[in-house]
């Protein structure tokens, strides 16, 4: 029970690594999880399928500051505090070369990507002040560590999130915040089918064995490794660890 008592906020929890990091800190004692994404239904069923008593949600969109206030404010509400805040929504945009990429999608990705977590800290710091401290914890991607042709507003996305971590963690420190980032390789789940389609339309399949050919460990991750490390990031186990960039790729930036 290396969570017991702790409220936990996920974004992006209606989602693969969200869902699943949900269920991990509900199996490890947290008192609490409030999942944030964008669509009630699918929010709805999460919270039914998980423990209704200790699951709770909003319907919000993370890049808008009134939205991420009401978030934040819903999940005190219903748990009184919050101690753990895993920044996690995220959107992968489109496959297409810089010089034909749409400004809207670029809109959309940096105001996802970016904006949400810098919003999702602005909010969420007072309130884990008030707990006492806590752990933020941001999902990056080796896209933030290095580049890769044709999704390059995602690769600048999960780059900037970086320094929004790093600031976070100083800022954080005198509070007792610890700001951490994980960056996950291709993830067997919706996203990484989304770009094999980009990176191969019609042959996602073949997209996805060289993307495993990439990865030392000959594979991709899964929901519920990147859950893993959010539970450790999120429990006093790593109590020491603040401003860290943390790769979890099967050895894929090595
Ligand atoms: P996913 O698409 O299953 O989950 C992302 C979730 O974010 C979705 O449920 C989506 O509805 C939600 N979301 C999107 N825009 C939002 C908004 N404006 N407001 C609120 N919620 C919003 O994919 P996932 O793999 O679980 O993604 C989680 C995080 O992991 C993302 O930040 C993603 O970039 C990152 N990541 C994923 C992979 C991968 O291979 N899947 C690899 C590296 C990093």
């Not at 919270?47 to 939205?67: F, I, K, N, Q």
Request: hydrophobic residues 45%.
């Amino acid at each position: 029970m290396r969570l017991e008592d702790r409220i936990a906020v996920i974004t992006g929890g209606a989602g693969g690594i969200g869902l699943a990091t949900a269920r991990r800190f509900l199996a490890e004692g947290a008192a609490g999880v409030h999942l944030v994404d964008l669509d009630a239904d699918a929010l709805e069923a999460a919270a039914a399928e998980l423990a209704p008593d200790r699951v709770g949600w909003t319907a919000a969109d993370v890049s808008r500051d009134a939205d991420v206030a009401r978030y934040t404010r819903e999940a005190v509400e219903r748990f009184g505090r919050i101690d753990i805040l895993f920044l996690n929504a995220g959107v992968e945009g489109i496959v297409q070369p810089m010089t034909d990429y749409p400004e809207a999608v670029y809109d959309q990705v940096m105001g996802v990507n970016v904006k949400g977590v810098w919003l999702g800290m602005k909010h969420g710091f007072p309130v884990l002040e008030k707990a006492g401290g806590g752990s933020v914890i941001i999902t990056s991607s080796v896209a933030g560590l290095m580049g890769t042709p044709n999704v390059s507003v995602y690769t600048t996305s999960k780059h900037a999130t970086i320094g929004l971590m790093r600031s976070g963690a100083l800022e954080g420190a005198p509070l007792g915040i610890r700001v951490n980032s994980i960056h996950p390789s291709p993830v067997d789940n919706r996203m990484m089918r989304s770009l094999e389609e980009g990176f191969a339309p019609g042959a996602a399949e073949e997209a996805k064995k060289t993307f495993e050919t990439r990865i030392p460990l000959g594979r991709y991750g899964t929901n519920e490794e990147m859950a893993d490390l959010a539970l450790f990031l999120a429990s006093d186990e790593s109590r020491f660890i603040t401003g860290a960039v943390i790769p979890i790729d099967g050895g894929m930036t090595v």
